[in-house]
């Protein structure tokens, strides 16, 4: 396995370095944006906080400079978020890995549009076209290695591989692993869901009979107040996090790859390019939800004859 060629899948394909430089980038975006958002509520409910103690040491406001401390905090998060743009490399390269990795298998498995009546160097270079037109959405975030290959060794092999054997490859380690990936990953989310609602729940409870203990009281810290502030910032973060979201997105994914890991068990040979392409847009629509969600607008879909053909700039994808 040379070095910057790319990530191997389960299998041992490599998958191109444009992948592995997506995946990164994204996963560097969702970590400071999750971090600085994180920054930004904690920040506000200790500025709740403080501002219903009001703590004083003699004659010094303690609660106003924890006032002050805090709401800068949060202000500065606010404009790292705004000028850093975090979320953008997230969806980004998601965008990205997402769309190379299912280009890469369909090429290297003949599905729809590289098909088996385009030999190899013609797959290839239709290939190089997909590839640049999705870099055209994150070209400007994403660092690209010089030594980093586009179309991989290991593609290759496969793509010349048997049906028989093409088919097994695609089935078990492409559907059938995709599909596990997507079950595990909807019941952790619908854990994390139930929890965080659970625990929204008896927030607001607790609010209720703290409320309702200090009802025509004068008390001299707001309790209900700081409470009120914990439930808000909990509810700000579980809709960050769209755990129910993402859950039904993933359970739509595992279902649908189920029954195409069916289908593609036992499709012909000329069947196989679009049997592929089925089997791909069942994982494309969960991403495509998943950037809807998000206000981002999906990459244009493989199968469209008029996007492969305005990529390949000629009216026959066979003569790019």
Do not use: C
């Not at 209720?208 to 700000?236: C, H, K, Q, S």
């Not at 996090?241 to 359970?251: F, G, H, L, P």
């Amino acid at each position: 396995m040379s070095k910057n060629n790319g990530s191997p899948t389960s299998d041992g394909m490599e998958l191109p370095g444009i992948h592995d430089h997506a995946s990164d980038l994204s996963r560097r975006g969702q970590k400071h944006y999750l971090k600085l958002s994180a920054i930004r509520l904690i920040s506000l409910f200790v500025a709740a906080i403080a501002g219903a103690v009001g703590l004083t040491v003699g004659s010094f406001d303690l609660s106003g400079l924890v006032l002050v401390l805090a709401f800068s905090s949060a202000a500065i998060a606010e404009i790292a978020l705004i000028y850093f743009q975090p979320e953008r490399d997230w969806y980004a390269g998601r965008a990205i890995a997402e769309s190379t990795k299912t280009l890469a298998w369909r090429f290297s498995v003949q599905g729809d549009p590289f098909g088996p009546n385009l030999d190899l160097s013609e797959a290839k270079v239709l290939f190089r076209s997909r590839v640049a037109e999705i870099l055209g959405r994150g070209r400007d975030r994403i660092p690209i290695s010089q030594g980093s290959a586009v179309v991989t060794e290991s593609m290759m092999n496969l793509r010349k591989q048997s049906f028989e054997m093409r088919r097994s490859s695609y089935v078990t380690y492409r559907t059938e692993e995709q599909q596990a990936w997507y079950s595990s990953k909807a019941t952790f989310n619908q854990s994390r869901a139930t929890l965080w609602r659970y625990g929204l729940l008896f927030g607001e409870i607790a609010a209720v009979v703290i409320a309702a203990m200090m009802f025509g009281r004068a008390e001299p810290l707001d309790y209900a107040g700081i409470v009120a502030a914990l439930i808000a910032g909990g509810a700000a973060w579980l809709a960050l996090k769209q755990y129910s979201q993402i859950t039904s997105a993933y359970r739509v994914a595992a279902s649908e790859l189920t029954l195409q890991a069916d289908i593609l068990v036992s499709v012909e040979e000329a069947d196989w390019p679009q049997a592929v392409a089925d089997a791909e847009e069942a994982i494309s629509r969960e991403h495509t939800m998943w950037l809807a969600s998000r206000g981002e607008e999906p990459l244009p879909p493989l199968s469209n004859p008029k996007n492969l053909r305005s990529l390949s700039g000629q009216g026959d994808v066979r003569g790019v």
